[in-house]
């Protein structure tokens, strides 16, 4: 079963302008990180953020945490056509279970 | 470095045979996870071993089993297989555990017929 659900479920965006993607979860978490997938590098781990952090930056990613929502955030900004993959949230619960949300299909267009 | 490397890249079996996977971790990584792919069910945790012992394990069949060996070599068993098992199955090893980064190896395409 997926712990999270990620919205929207499909984005279109022109190279060059930003791109949020939400992700949501059900129980409380220890941490959330989020991965890209795309064909020609598969899964790939880009950001870590704990349950105590509200926001984590890294190159041209921005991740906000907010536990009492239990919902994240991740925001590329100066979007390239290289980003264009899945994005995915994962979450690793109280109970040792590690679940992935449900992915945003993420399109850049040159 | 080398990355996460998984044999074979496809597979095609038939109903009711079992299958064996193969994942060589990254070098010093003691924790390999598997997870399974498919369009209608996502990414699902299968299971966690870390030092040849299975820490944390999904919701899954007793069917899907693994082991892992003293070089942190692991292995993913599937027997008794149905159609519902046709899926990309992934395993990424990481320093700690799957609540560190992962790095994921390119996967298993399992069909079965």
């Known amino acids: 079963s997926q712990q999270g659900e990620e919205d929207p479920q499909a984005l279109s965006i022109q190279e060059g302008e930003n791109a949020t993607m939400n992700c949501s979860y059900k129980t409380s978490i220890n941490n959330l990180q989020w991965y890209r997938q795309n064909s020609g590098r598969g899964l790939v781990h880009l950001i870590l953020?704990?349950?105590?952090?509200r926001e984590k930056h890294s190159g041209r990613l921005r991740v906000t945490l907010d536990t009492s929502k239990k919902s994240s955030s991740l925001l590329i900004t100066a979007s390239r056509a290289a980003d264009t993959a899945s994005y995915f949230c994962a979450t690793d619960a109280p109970g040792n279970q590690f679940y992935f949300g449900t992915g945003t299909s993420l399109t850049v267009i040159p | 470095k080398a990355g996460v490397t998984q044999t074979p890249r496809y597979l095609i079996k038939t109903r009711g045979q079992q299958v064996t996977l193969s994942c060589s971790p990254i070098s010093g990584h003691r924790s390999v996870s598997w997870y399974q792919q498919t369009p209608g069910q996502g990414l699902q945790f299968l299971f966690e071993y870390f030092s040849e012992t299975q820490r944390n394990k999904g919701n899954f069949p007793g069917r899907f089993s693994g082991r892992q060996f003293s070089n942190s070599r692991s292995e993913m068993n599937v027997s008794t297989l149905e159609l519902g098992d046709s899926a990309l199955y992934l395993c990424?090893?990481?320093?700690?555990?799957?609540?560190?980064?992962?790095?994921f190896g390119p996967g298993t395409r399992l069909t079965v017929t």
């Open positions: 953020i704990r349950s105590n952090e």
């Open positions: 990424a090893s990481s320093l700690e555990g799957f609540w560190d980064e992962q790095y």
